[in-house]
């Protein structure tokens, strides 16, 4: 141990592995988010953050193999910043989803509110195992779906709904009930 007091071999270290752990992971699940939204630099940043962390953190393991504390924090570390990192991924909530919502009763005024909120929604009638239905289907930012399914769920409590990411969105259709607002607002 020479130098090094217990206090630090023992509870700094691994503290500071265990968060360099939480840190670097945490980073990782950031940056396949990111890659998988197509934002290549913000990607590369937590890439090159991410094996810088960990590589401070491995070489401190490896020059203390005989350290079961820190043998023990580096796995819970990153344990630890897997949830943490999906806590930050639900909180940035990048890019669009598609929700699917199947009403077996009465639709039209759940449409009609999420249109009145500003939601694109298709709708169309087809015909369920137990008869007929109204599906809808909006492509929509991941940030409001709280809000679209507080709408759905208000207007009809036994709608069903799937929500899906959206790998890409034309934009002309994102943009589309909101520019066709303001030009019909424009005329009057």
């Known amino acids: 141990m020479g130098q090094e007091s217990f206090i630090f071999v023992y509870i700094v270290l691994p503290l500071l592995i265990f968060i360099a752990r939480i840190i670097d992971v945490s980073i990782g699940v950031l940056r ?43 796995p819970l570390g990153f344990a630890a910043g897997t949830a943490v990192g999906i806590y930050f991924e639900k909180k940035i909530s990048l890019g669009y989803v598609i929700v699917r919502v199947v009403f077996q009763k009465e639709a039209e005024g759940a449409i009609k509110r999420l249109r009145e909120s500003n939601f694109q929604v298709t709708a169309i009638d087809a015909e369920g ?25 208000e207007k009809n409590p036994a709608a069903f709904y799937t929500i899906e990411d959206v790998r890409s969105v034309n934009s002309e259709y994102v943009g589309a009930r909101k520019n066709l607002m303001n030009k019909s607002s424009l005329r009057k």
């Open 32 to 74: 396949i988010l990111f890659a998988t939204k197509g934002l290549k630099l913000l990607a590369f940043i937590c890439g090159f953050f991410e094996s810088l962390i960990w590589l401070i953190a491995v070489s401190q393991i490896i020059k203390r193999l005989d350290n079961v504390v820190c043998l023990i924090a580096f």
């Open 129 to 153: 195992v137990v008869g007929p239905v109204r599906i809808i289907f909006s492509v929509i930012k991941r940030k409001k779906v709280k809000e679209f399914i507080r709408i759905v769920r």
